[in-house]
């Protein structure tokens, strides 16, 4: 079992930059990916990015490519979304979630075994 807690969300302009801490108690951190996933309010849950075991693969939604970085650090049981640019649109309460069936994680949430609360993320004009 895993447990999972983001922070770091909050109220930014757009075009500012936000890191979104996740840190993961449990089962070995260097087992398993990680995925990053946000849901705006009336919309789906949507698939940000996602990062294998090692740290050395990683895959993004086209909407990040180019503006977010997810890494992790295993020495510290913490994934992170590093989010630059932020657009308005992009105002959401975003999700960390564990993979342990895939090498690099997927892409859809039914791929995930466990997932954190969310934390919010409010990108204003």
């Known amino acids: 079992q895993v447990q999972l807690i983001e922070s770091g969300g909050g109220l930014v302009q757009a075009g500012d930059s936000l890191r979104l801490p996740c840190a993961a108690f449990?089962?070995?951190?260097?087992?398993?990916?990680m995925g990053w996933f946000r849901q705006a309010p009336g919309k789906e849950r949507e698939f940000v990015a996602t990062?294998?075991?090692?740290?050395?693969?990683?895959y993004y939604a086209d909407s990040g490519k180019g503006r977010f970085t997810i890494y992790r650090d295993n020495a510290k049981n913490t994934v992170y979304l590093q989010m630059n640019s932020l657009k308005p649109e992009e105002t959401a309460v975003y999700y960390c979630?564990?993979?342990?069936?895939?090498?690099?994680?997927?892409?859809?949430?039914?791929?995930?075994?466990?997932w954190g609360q969310g934390t919010q993320v409010t990108v204003s004009t």
């Open positions: 979630a564990a993979d342990f069936s895939s090498r690099l994680g997927g892409r859809r949430e039914q791929d995930y075994d466990y």
């Open positions: 990062i294998d075991w090692s740290g050395r693969r990683t």
């Open positions: 449990g089962r070995a951190f260097s087992s398993y990916a």
